[in-house]
């Protein structure tokens, strides 16, 4: 039980333990952040494990019992989470080390990389509103400085973009959260999930949901909101692509929509079901719409930061249909797309490290000596686009299958058919970077890009293989953890002073 | 960064010192007393800050604070990870107030909270004066 | 309520300044200004007429306070304004180290 704390307190302290190491030795710096970010991950392997016989696990900081002190409420659901997180941190940190050997001040690279992970272990295991504010905030303001880290003027200028975009965002959640506080008083989610019960679907609590659903589309880039992405997540540094594409943008904004939605306010298609096609529309419009775009693209990370905009829809697609199959193909669709993307962009690094540019065009002929890179990348994209027996076929077909099953025959054909777009586009890559034979000359990738590529290829093949395994442990008891509903606030009252 | 005038530096010469004081009172009386480490810090901030503003201060002797403060600033942050962490070693609870709660009012009295708003108050005060000398170098980009 | 109105006055000027202004400085003046609005909306959901501020300054006091919880929010809320803020001005002065001006019309590299 003694462990949950450690999820935000190991990498925060890490955080403030590497500037002092940047004066004494600077060479052990990555070594200290790979041993941090593996010992989370076999911390996030143990929670998965104790998770499988404990539903719901409540920590207590400083023991103070849960109406009054902020307590860590850590489920399956939160148990998933910070697994995709610490493998996602853990194959960047190894990545960085050559990539990272050209900037300067890498320390500081370093603190911003633990504080951003902190700040996304806190938002995903928190039980207490507020809390979930800060860490999110800890997070996000670690992500602006980190896409700002170049100091380039394209660089700097998307991380202002990004800052005043994210910020409204924050903003917007804060100020929901000081309205629910003056209804419900309280901002436990369990309390608050029993208070809004008695409250009602009153016109406040629409404007409180709208409010909140803006702030997270904000962060998690849906259509209408999502200008900022294409800018900022290319322009930072390539292990830092690979976070923030593959798991920051859930966390952030999909994980936390989810969690206020169907455990705190407490809605589901049965009492709610204009609020989920809602959802379904901006699923839809996401992956009609930067797909097409991602199709005109020049740059390499430009076009996948575009795909990560359509590929988000679908999560929101699996999240709006709210059936078991959607719910749960939603939430495996966040481990193939954290895997997937989170791969694509470090190939995308392999290469900018190799060549020094991102423009497709001016990229034929790599893939003759970075065949590890290649191959990765062709992993990656099947796994995308959604090729058996690859974790991406699984977690698409089970989107498919709940909209089958909820009666939306229309959004199954839909949903297969918008993935040739992902086809198209990631094949754009293929074609004139990997296959074309071309006269840029690259070297291979360093050894230390190349574990980190085939860490995540075996995850990708291995989670697809073994989905039985994922959904029976993994994804099944997290979409059971999102669909108890408002049940969630009885099993944290429930679950105070068990110990195990 | 050029000085100020002579009279500026008079005054300043007077008051810094109490400035800087007070910003430490405040910090330490954080359980009794509206304020606490965060106000304190600022306040100790407050008082760096001026100094530079009013004496000026050297590229170099920037560089060279600049150093000394994030040190600072991470000492102060450890300092109170280090607390909430020695709750968990010590009593098992992550941020429990282990140590004895004393009398109200006593200067020496509610556990960890005055070890707490230290620690506050070193990383702010060394986290707001790192701020102002990272506005302050961006000076030097902006000339060349 | 004729309170709670300014709060959202506060809040639309802000919210005005970062869409219609268009040098950077005015649009993080603008950020400050919808944070102050919030904290004030803060303070004022904890208000309650006549009570006092909640500062025990005797052991057998009578509890007759303000709710202090939002308080606290204020002064966390407070803390990251601060920090944003902090690296909203950084950036936008290394911006205005690369261009030569603040306004955003004239900083356009990147498309859509």
Known sequence: ?500 | ?144 | MIIFLSCIILFLIGLYAIVTKRNLIKIVIGFALIEYAINLLFALVGFRRGMLAPIITRVDMAHKFVDPIPQALVLTAIVIALGTTALMLTVALRIYSRYKTFDIAEIRKLKG
Not at chain 1, 141 to 162: C, M, N, P, R, T
Not at chain 2, 89 to 106: D, E, M, Q, S
């Open chain 2, 1 to 144: 960064m050029k000085g100020m005038s002579l009279i500026v530096r008079t005054i300043t010469t007077v008051i810094i010192g109490f400035i800087f004081i007070y910003g430490i009172y405040i910090t330490l009386h954080g359980h009794l007393t509206p304020g606490g480490g965060f106000a304190g810090g600022v306040i100790v901030a407050g008082a760096l800050i001026l100094r530079i503003l009013v004496f000026g201060s050297e590229p170099a002797d920037e560089k060279k604070s600049e150093i000394r403060t994030s040190i600072f600033e991470s000492v102060g942050a450890l300092l109170f990870i280090g607390i909430a962490l020695a709750g968990l070693v010590i009593a098992g609870t992550f941020f429990l107030n282990f140590l004895p709660k004393g009398i109200p009012f006593n200067l020496l009295s509610a556990g960890i909270i005055p070890f707490c708003n230290i620690a506050i108050g070193i990383k702010v005060g060394a986290g707001l004066f790192s701020i102002f000398l990272a506005l302050a170098a961006v000076k030097y980009v902006v000339k060349d």
């Open chain 1, 1 to 500: 039980m003694t462990f949950i704390p450690l999820f935000f307190a190991l990498p925060l302290a890490a955080a403030f333990i590497i500037p002092i190491l940047g004066k004494i030795a600077k060479s052990i710096i990555w070594i200290f952040v790979t041993l941090v970010s593996f010992t989370l991950f076999i911390l996030a392997l143990y929670g998965v494990a104790v998770t499988q016989q404990f539903p719901m696990i409540v920590y207590e900081m400083g023991n103070w019992p849960p109406p009054l002190g902020i307590v860590m409420a850590f489920d399956s659901l939160s148990a998933f989470m910070v697994l995709v997180i610490s493998i996602l941190v853990f194959s960047g940190s190894i990545f960085s080390w050559r990539y990272m050997s050209h900037y300067t001040g890498t320390w500081k690279f370093y603190t911003l990389y633990m504080l951003i992970t902190a700040g996304m272990m806190g938002v995903s295991i928190t039980g207490d509103l507020f809390n979930m504010f800060v860490f999110l905030e800890i997070a996000a303001i670690s992500s602006y400085a980190l896409v700002a880290f170049g100091v380039d003027a394209e660089e700097l200028e998307a991380s202002f973009k990004y800052m005043v975009m994210g910020e409204v965002g924050g903003l917007t959640f804060l100020l929901s959260i000081a309205l629910l506080y003056a209804k419900t008083s309280t901002l436990n989610l369990a309390d608050m999930a029993n208070t809004l019960q008695v409250v009602g679907q009153t016109p406040f609590f629409w404007l409180v949901l709208g409010m909140m659903l803006l702030a997270f589309s904000i962060k998690a880039a849906f259509v209408p909101f999502h200008s900022w992405l294409p800018d900022a997540h290319p322009a930072a540094p390539a292990p830092i692509s690979s976070l923030l594409s593959g798991i920051f943008i859930k966390v952030l904004g999909m994980y936390t929509t989810a969690r206020l939605v169907f455990n705190v306010f407490g809605l589901s298609r049965g009492n709610a079901p204009v609020f989920f096609n809602v959802l379904i529309g901006l699923g839809l419009l996401s992956i009609a719409f930067a797909g097409i775009t991602a199709l005109n693209q020049k740059d390499y990370k430009r076009l996948l930061g575009y795909s990560s905009v359509s590929q988000v829809g679908y999560i929101m697609l699996g999240f709006g249909i709210g059936n078991f199959y959607g719910v749960a193909g939603a939430i495996f669709y966040i481990l193939a797309h954290a895997l997937g993307k989170g791969l694509l962009f470090l190939t995308s690094g392999s290469v900018v490290n190799a060549t020094g540019t991102r423009d497709i065009t001016k990229l034929a002929g790599v893939g003759e000596n970075m065949s590890t890179t290649a191959w990765s990348f062709r992993f990656g994209s099947m796994s995308l686009i959604g090729l058996p027996p690859l974790v991406g076929f699984f977690a698409k077909y089970f989107i498919v299958l709940g909209a089958l099953k909820a009666g939306f025959w229309w959004l199954a054909i839909v949903a297969i058919g918008l993935s040739v777009l992902t086809l198209g586009y990631l094949l754009k890559i293929e074609n004139n970077v990997f296959m074309k034979k071309g006269r840029t000359k690259a070297n291979k990738a360093p050894f230390t890009m190349r574990v980190a590529m085939v860490f995540l290829v075996v995850l990708i093949v291995l989670f697809g293989v073994g989905f039985q395994q994922i959904i029976d442990f993994l994804v099944g008891p997290a979409a059971n953890a999102l669909l108890r509903g408002v049940e969630y606030a009885n099993l944290v009252f429930g679950s105070v002073g068990v110990s195990f």
